[in-house]
């Protein structure tokens, strides 16, 4: 998994396209890069894009694959753990939509709020909803923990069959949960990690920009 990204990350680099000047609102506070928790953010560089200049001499986590997807849902099962995450419709009628430029060729804001997936273009779907459920016990997922992530990618296809760049892992210590999302546009790309800590909804991490 690790050198399909690498092959990635150096592929974007080659075939960065320049936009004409649109304004990029978008915060990297959730980035990896501004992580204070040294023990999770170790965690994350085995398995994140942001993290790959880090990666070099970590042992990998244990992964969940996923084990049913669809159009608008994909779900992971094991160690006793459930997590499913949904998409819906988009419907640009029922938000405000702000635009860069008066063509109205960039969208910029949703709900007066930046956004991620396919930046500066309409999206298609939205994350609708996070279900994590670890030991029977229902771990409460915030709407803010993913209410401006758009355009989720579940699968790509490859040689004929799907595959997934997503996943769950676990630390060590089996404390902390990692749900990993990896969305690629034509214009964009994203990565959100969703923490679970000690069956507790920690923190988000959020990078974007670096596929094409």
């Not at 009628?93 to 910029?108: F, G, N, P, R, S």
Request: proline share 4%; net charge neutral; charged share 25%.
């Amino acid at each position: 998994m690790r050198w399909i990204f690498c092959l990635l990350f150096f592929a974007s680099a080659l075939s960065t396209i320049a936009q004409d000047d649109m304004p990029d609102y978008r915060s990297k506070k959730d980035s990896y890069t501004k992580m204070a928790e040294k023990d999770i953010k170790g965690d994350l560089a085995t398995f994140t894009m942001a993290g790959i200049d880090e990666s070099v001499g970590k042992t990998p986590l244990v992964r969940i694959a996923a084990t049913n997807y669809g159009n608008n849902f994909m779900t992971f099962e094991g160690n006793n753990i459930h997590v499913e995450i949904k998409s819906s419709p988009f419907f640009p009628t029922q938000h405000k939509m702000d635009y860069a430029d008066e063509e109205k060729k960039y969208l910029v804001k949703i709900d007066k709020k930046a956004y991620f997936g396919n930046y500066g273009s309409v999206p298609r779907t939205q994350v609708a909803s996070i279900t994590v459920v670890v030991d029977k016990d229902t771990v409460a997922i915030p709407p803010t923990a993913y209410f401006d992530l758009y355009n989720p990618q579940f699968t790509y296809s490859q040689g004929g069959s799907q595959k997934s760049y997503n996943g769950v892992y676990l630390s060590p210590d089996k404390r902390n949960i990692y749900i990993y999302m990896l969305s690629r546009d034509a214009n964009d790309s994203y990565e959100v990690t969703w923490v679970i800590q000690d069956k507790k909804y920690l923190r988000r991490v959020v990078d974007f920009g670096f596929l094409k």
